[in-house]
Structure formats: C-alpha cells, structure tokens
C-alpha cells in the first residue's frame, strides 16, 4: 500500500508496556503480595494492556487538508493527503492515555482506601521519571520554537507522530511502570501476549498464503467512511511478490513488529508445564519466526535469529532447557518451511532469500549512467559521473538542435542527435544517456527508474522538483562531497539519509526542530544523491529511518540523551538481574521468564 508513513508509534506504545520490567523488576519482586490491590485496578489494567495491542490493528481513512510548508513540500498532493494507517493509531493511543490519567486521578481521589502499591510514587522511579520527563520537557520547548508550529500537535502527514503522540507514549510507560506489577497482572499480562502472539501469526500466514488482510471484500466497510468506500476496495499490495504487512502500510515495519513479538512464544516454552502445552508453544515460536520472514524485512530476519540464539545460550547455561527440544523446535521449524514452499509454489523459499540477501530492493546496475554530480547553469545542463562528463545544450532557437559537450578527456560516441532528440554513449562506462524533449519539457533518462525532468523555459532551464516546483539551481546534499558518501547505499539507501542528517544536528544542541518538521530541514530534491540510492528522486525524505536521529532532530540532542541514558539502564540492570538469577528457582518462577522473554525483545527492537 503506497502510503510512507512510520511505525514507531505502533511498536514503541508496545514496547512502553514491555520495558517497566527490566528497571521495575528486581524493586518490586520482593515487595508484591497477592491480593494487595484492588480487583478494579486488575480489570482495568488488563483492558488497556489489550487495548493498546489491538489498536495495531487500527485502520481508518483520514483526509489531511494540508497547510503551511506542508501544502509546499507534499504539493503534488493538491493539498489533500490521504492517511489510512497512522492518524487512527495516533488518536487510538491519545484517547487510551487520555483515560489512564483520568482513571490515575481518580483512584487517588475517590476510593475511601486508595490501592498503597504505586512504584511510581517511590524513590527507584525517580531515575525513570527524569528521563522520560525530560523526553517530553524538550519536545514540547522545541515545538514552542518551532518555525512549523501547525504541525507539532498532531506531526507531518506521512508520519503523524507529534507531541499528541510523544505525550501518549510517555504516559503508557508511566502505566505500565505503576500498574502493571502486581503478581496477578504479571500473570495474566503473559497470557494476554501469548494469545496476541497466536492471532498476529495466524493473519500474518493467512495473509501470505491466501491474500492481504485490507483486500478482504468486507474491510472497506470497516476501514472507510461511506463515501470512500469504493477507493477502500481498490486497496491492493503494492509489490509483486508475496509478503506480510498485517495492518501495517510497510513490510519493514511488520518485520519490526514481529521481531518485538517473536520472543513471546518462547515465554510460552518456558512456563508450559505439560509436554503438550510445552509443543503447542513450540509451534507458535516457529509460526513467529516464519511471520517475520515472511515480511521480507532483512533487519528484522536477523534480529529475530539473534534474540534466538541470545535466548539458546541463555537455556543452555542456565540448564533449564534440554538439546531435545532444541531439535524438536528445529524439525517444526523445518516442516512448517517445508509445507509452506510447497502450498505456495516454492515462493516462501524465494522469501527467505530475499530476506538474508536484501534483495527485492533498489540496485545499480552496469546499465546505468551512475551520477556523482548534475547541476544547472543558465540555459545548460551538467552532469558527470566518476570518470565523464557531458555539457547538454537544449535548443532556443529556431534551427538549433539538441548538443552535448564532453568533456576534456571524455570518450562517447552519438549515434542520434536532432532538434528534440540525442543519444549519448558513454564509451567508459559503457552506458547510454538519452535525452528527449516534448512539449517543453526535457526528459535525461540515464538509466535510473525514472526520467530527471527539466522546464526549458525563456529564463533557462528549471529542475522540476518531485512536489512540481521550478527550481532553478538543482539542491545538493551537504555530504554530498564527503567521503563517506561511500556508505550513501548502506542498508538500501539510509546510509544516504543518515548522514546527510547529521548536518542538521549543529543546530539542535538544546532544543530540536520540533515534532514533524524534519522533512523541512532535510535537503530534498538531491537529484544525483536520490537517483543512486533510491533510482529515483521523485520522493520526500520524510524522516530519518532512525529512532535515535529522529529524537535528536525533532526533540534536541538532549532528549535523546535522556532517552540514550534510560535505555542503557534498562540493558545494564536487566543484564544483571538475569545474570544472578537463582537456576533452581527459574522453572518454576513464571516472572523471571516473562522478564528474561521481554528483555530479549525490547533489545532487539
């Protein structure tokens, strides 16, 4: 599905659930006694922890009229941008925090003896609280000096993710950290990932095996209003091969999704205390693997085999788990691939090699033009690779024609050249530059996805950049001269994008720019940069493809040092706490295996 959009806020709502265990755990074991809470906090902590997991299945059209720089930036839009996965959550997840402060307040208020066990209120959360409370201080200081304040509330289009969310997950920690912590929800929180575990991995291999959840004939009366429904049902999976996105607008995100979840089924492993319930959790372990492959996602394919091998050794040292049901696992694992490639025409074999390889994504190749610079002068055009250069010179006048001129030292042949039409054939590279001009306009094809597009007007010739704009000077990246522009196609092009960030966090030392307004300070239209990376520069760089870069753009360095901070707490103490636990006591101590299973998951994500 075409839109580009972030799924941080699904994940990491999810992941605020998850990571009160490790710096909560070794505080509060020794301090919870049943029955020590009322059964009303046990009711509605429960029915906001599966609430915030279902609301990964919120799908619901929303149409942004677009204002501001956005209506620039996202102007081939016509200032109208359809959102169908993001906007929903964001609300979704507003709304549960929303309640969760109301239902906070008045249990301090109302009850005649308010429930005594709050890990919140004692001197341990002390630490956690100035770290995500500075989190949120920073965010909001740099929306109020944010030069796009209409964006910061709700975030930009393609992403939704603005202090209405920031605020959203702060408060989901701080409820998870102060509720659920008690034996009973410690109990039945396990159950309740379990069972989520089971219905996401049965949809992700419906999905793939039969067809895409948003394509079932009745979702449009779900997903859209009346009159959008009949845009619901064009809904169709943008890429040709098979994969699983679940409700999700891109398979990475689904990828992530599953490596966050993939240890959960082995939770399952540890506490069964039967062989049939030991089995049944066996199967799901093997079910999330092969959801997550089947996403195509390659970080998350081999996240997922090492949380799977952290948790291997883990067992294996602590000698709570035997070889057999390793190879039991295996052989599970082997068959259920076995019968997949079978039922699918040998496509889940294909899947599994575009997930180890990458491939499926953008690549060179020797049939193209590789670009290292294009700029504009006048009423000429420039472009050079590593080892050629060529000067295009369009027509103004009547009986002129289309000219190039090589460079010194530049070796090609033209075996076309006429008033609106040349061929060049760069003899080094062994490539072909074709270039056209039709009703104004002159399209360079070297080779990439897509023509670079130019105006040839009175004035000169003019980029036409992907939101439509004529822009007379062609942007470069400011890495663009680096040479660490080696690395611009690490990790299929966030190579490009992560560096070409860096520049921006000078200017974000104290307070950033403020949620959303990344794509206004990333240098877009970078024709020679896109092309390379991406085979196309028709496109908005809208975030970074980095959590932590994001943080430090929009929030300020300072808050991601906050977040830095109490994310390396989490892995120091969780480490330790796991570390000392007592062998004889782990088969038996359904806590620290949700702890163990949990901590894996939040590292790998």
């Known amino acids: 599905?075409?839109?580009?959009?972030?799924?941080?806020?699904?994940?990491?709502?999810?992941?605020?659930?998850?990571?009160?265990?490790?710096?909560?755990?070794?505080?509060?074991?020794?301090?919870?006694?049943?029955?020590?809470?009322?059964?009303?906090?046990?009711?509605?902590?429960?029915?906001?922890?599966?609430?915030?997991?279902?609301?990964?299945?919120?799908?619901?059209?929303?149409?942004e009229k677009l204002t501001g720089d956005s209506l620039e930036i996202f102007a081939n839009t016509n200032g109208i941008y359809g959102d169908w996965f993001l906007f929903c959550k964001e609300t979704i997840y507003f709304f549960l925090a929303v309640v969760i402060c109301g239902y906070a307040i008045g249990e301090r208020i109302f009850p005649d003896y308010p429930c005594q066990v709050n890990p919140l209120y004692k001197k341990a959360a002390i630490f956690p609280a100035v770290c995500v409370g500075g989190y949120l201080l920073f965010s909001c200081c740099s929306g109020i000096f944010s030069a796009h304040k209409e964006i910061i509330w709700q975030g930009v289009c393609t992403e939704f993710e603005g202090l209405k969310a920031i605020f959203s997950y702060c408060v989901l920690f701080f409820f998870a950290y102060n509720f659920v912590n008690h034996e009973e929800i410690l109990k039945r929180f396990g159950k309740i990932l379990y069972c989520f575990g089971w219905i996401c991995v049965v949809l992700a291999i419906w999905e793939y095996a039969v067809m895409p959840l948003l394509e079932l004939p009745f979702m449009k009366y779900l997903i859209a209003p009346a009159q959008y429904r009949d845009t619901a049902s064009t809904l169709k999976h943008s890429n040709t091969f098979r994969e699983s996105m679940l409700m999700f607008s891109n398979s990475n995100y689904a990828g992530c999704f599953f490596a966050l979840l993939f240890p959960i089924p082995v939770y399952g492993i540890l506490s069964a205390k039967n062989r049939k319930n030991r089995i049944i959790s066996a199967i799901l372990s093997v079910g999330g693997i092969i959801a997550g492959i089947m996403t195509n996602a390659t970080t998350a394919f081999y996240v997922m085999i090492l949380e799977m091998g952290l948790l291997i050794i883990f067992c294996l040292m602590k000698k709570i788990l035997q070889w057999r049901w390793l190879l039991v696992i295996v052989a599970v694992f082997v068959a259920f691939v076995l019968l997949l490639d079978l039922g699918t025409g040998r496509a889940f074999s294909s899947t599994i090699l575009k997930s180890?390889?990458?491939?499926?994504?953008?690549?060179?190749?020797?049939?193209?033009?590789?670009?290292?610079?294009?700029?504009?002068?006048?009423?000429?055009?420039?472009?050079?690779?590593?080892?050629?250069?060529?000067?295009?010179?369009?027509?103004?006048?009547?009986?002129?024609?289309?000219?190039?001129?090589?460079?010194?030292?530049t070796i090609c042949e033209i075996p076309e050249q006429s008033f609106n039409t040349l061929r060049i054939g760069d003899t080094i590279s062994g490539t072909e530059i074709a270039v056209q001009i039709s009703e104004g306009v002159m399209y360079l094809d070297c080779g990439y996805n897509s023509t670079i597009d130019f105006a040839v007007t009175t004035d000169g010739l003019k980029l036409i950049a992907q939101n439509g704009n004529l822009l007379s000077e062609i942007p470069k990246a400011p890495m663009a001269d680096s040479p660490l522009n080696r690395y611009d196609n690490l990790f299929t092009g966030r190579g490009y994008i992560w560096l070409n960030t860096l520049p921006i966090l000078k200017d974000c030392l104290i307070i950033g720019k403020g949620a959303g307004n990344f794509p206004f300070y990333f240098v877009q239209n970078d024709v020679a940069g896109l092309n390379q990376t991406n085979g196309t520069y028709h496109l908005v760089i809208d975030k970074p493809h980095s959590l932590y870069l994001q943080i430090a753009v929009t929030a300020g360095i300072p808050a991601l040092i906050c977040i830095l901070v109490l994310f390396g707490s989490f892995a120091i103490r969780g480490m330790k706490c796991i570390w000392k636990s007592d062998r004889t006591e782990?088969?038996?101590d359904s806590q620290m295996q949700l702890f163990v299973c949990l901590y894996v998951s939040v590292c790998g994500y």
């Open 586 to 588: 782990f088969p038996n």
């Open 1 to 63: 599905f075409s839109t580009i959009c972030s799924m941080k806020l699904r994940l990491f709502s999810s992941c605020s659930i998850y990571k009160f265990q490790i710096s909560n755990f070794k505080y509060q074991k020794s301090a919870i006694k049943s029955n020590s809470i009322p059964e009303y906090r046990v009711y509605f902590t429960c029915g906001m922890l599966i609430l915030c997991l279902l609301a990964v299945f919120a799908v619901r059209l929303h149409i």
């Open 356 to 409: 180890m390889l990458n491939s499926g994504t953008y690549e060179t190749d020797s049939q193209i033009y590789q670009l290292k610079e294009i700029s504009i002068s006048g009423k000429t055009l420039h472009l050079a690779s590593e080892n050629s250069g060529y000067t295009i010179v369009p027509p103004y006048e009547s009986g002129e024609i289309l000219n190039v001129i090589p460079d010194s030292e």
